[in-house]
């Protein structure tokens, strides 16, 4: 097992596909985007399938998530889901994509066997949604919900992050829309990992006020804590159930103790967390001929080396240089 030195054991694995984005989200990148990573340093999708591999088959990986950037840039995403859910035992498989190309991929994805999706979306409003992303994609989004629903990649999750004096006056109608439409919405508390390291704790949407803005309009009850389990999101019912929302207080209700999360990069980097400021490289090691029992003795060495938390209330808390994108969320 992928176990810490604090007792944890990481059984839930992110691969980020890609560094690459359609969208430029304030809290992100800039307008202009980034530097992606050149092709060559890429994972190929054969070498994600077999990383994954290793981490299903002998350590004990039960969920994977592939993520971005975009993963739906990704050419080779629906051959590298198929080849995820043959594996023996099957993980459970899923998606977080801003949505934009789900239209097109939602039937091939469900047919290849993917689980269901996580898409970003922080606005209901066509001409936010072109200011927070500097791309006017809004309509894009919302099919591809739908096409992700109609396809069966159910619960269809939301991930919304509220930017002070932008869209938090959207916290209620985002909630009443989502619960119309059958998804869950998880609003998540904006992080310090953008690229231009604008992040001002001054500036951020707590968890506390996005409570208090959906209180005005429903009535949220805390939903059972023993079945929270190492999920990220506080989940709450509304107005009695059974519909649900959940809140991810990443800065100011850390989860750091029951994390069971690990992190692959599109470059072949182990991080422990989304705040780690240090790797393990898994790629130099493959490429020079490494065998799958080194590499999982690696991956035991990165993991047994996690820290005990983010550390973003540590006064020396310092932004991992790489920003989202980059690190796959």
Same mark, same amino acid.
């Given at each position: 097992m992928l176990r810490d030195s604090f007792g944890r054991v990481a059984t839930d694995l992110r691969v980020s596909l890609t560094d690459k984005c359609n969208l430029r989200c304030t809290y992100c990148m800039p307008p202009e985007g980034l530097d992606w990573l050149p092709k060559p340093e890429l994972l190929t999708a054969d070498e994600i399938v077999r990383l994954v591999t290793i981490g299903v088959e002998r350590l004990g990986i039960t969920e994977v998530r592939y993520t971005g950037g975009e993963p739906l840039l990704r050419r080779e995403l629906v051959d590298i889901v198929a080849r995820t859910t043959a594996l023996s035992p099957r993980p459970q498989v899923s998606l977080t994509s801003n949505g934009i190309g789900l239209a097109?991929?939602?039937?091939?994805?469900? +047919? +290849?066997?993917?689980?269901?999706?996580?898409?970003?979306?922080?606005?209901?409003?066509?001409?936010?949604?072109?200011?927070?992303?500097?791309?006017?994609?809004?309509?894009?989004?919302?099919?591809?919900?739908?096409?992700?629903?109609? +396809?069966?990649?159910?619960?269809?999750?939301?991930?919304?992050?509220? *930017?002070?004096?932008?869209?938090?006056?959207?916290?209620?109608?985002?909630?009443?829309?989502?619960?119309?439409?059958?998804?869950?919405?998880?609003?998540?508390?904006? *992080?310090?990992?953008?690229?231009?390291?604008?992040?001002?704790?001054?500036?951020?949407?707590?968890?506390?006020?996005?409570?208090?803005?959906?209180?005005?309009?429903?009535?949220?009850?805390?939903?059972?804590?023993?079945?929270?389990?190492?999920?990220?999101?506080?989940?709450?019912?509304?107005?009695?159930?059974p519909d649900r929302v959940g809140v991810i207080g990443s800065v100011t209700r850390p989860f750091c103790g029951a994390c069971d999360r690990v992190r692959l990069t599109a470059d072949g980097q182990v991080r422990n967390c989304l705040f780690a400021t240090e790797e393990s490289d898994l790629k130099t090691a493959m490429r020079a001929g490494a065998s799958d029992d080194e590499l999982a003795e690696r991956w035991l060495a990165a993991v047994a080396r996690k820290r005990a938390g983010h550390g973003i209330d540590d006064p020396a808390f310092l932004q991992p240089a790489r920003p989202m994108s980059a690190i796959g969320g």
């Open positions: 097109r991929l939602a039937e091939p994805l469900a +047919a +290849a066997g993917l689980d269901r999706v996580n898409v970003s979306l922080d606005t209901l409003d066509p001409g936010t949604f072109k200011r927070l992303a500097h791309r006017d994609r809004h309509a894009d989004v919302i099919a591809g919900l739908a096409a992700a629903d109609a +396809a069966g990649l159910r619960p269809v999750k939301i991930n919304a992050v509220l *930017m002070r004096g932008i869209n938090d006056h959207e916290a209620v109608p985002l909630l009443r829309w989502a619960l119309g439409q059958g998804y869950e919405l998880r609003f998540i508390e904006q *992080m310090p990992l953008d690229a231009q390291h604008g992040w001002s704790r001054a500036d951020m949407v707590t968890a506390d006020e996005i409570l208090r803005l959906l209180s005005d309009a429903f009535d949220l009850t805390p939903d059972d804590l023993e079945e929270r389990g190492s999920a990220p999101a506080e989940r709450f019912l509304v107005d009695g159930g």
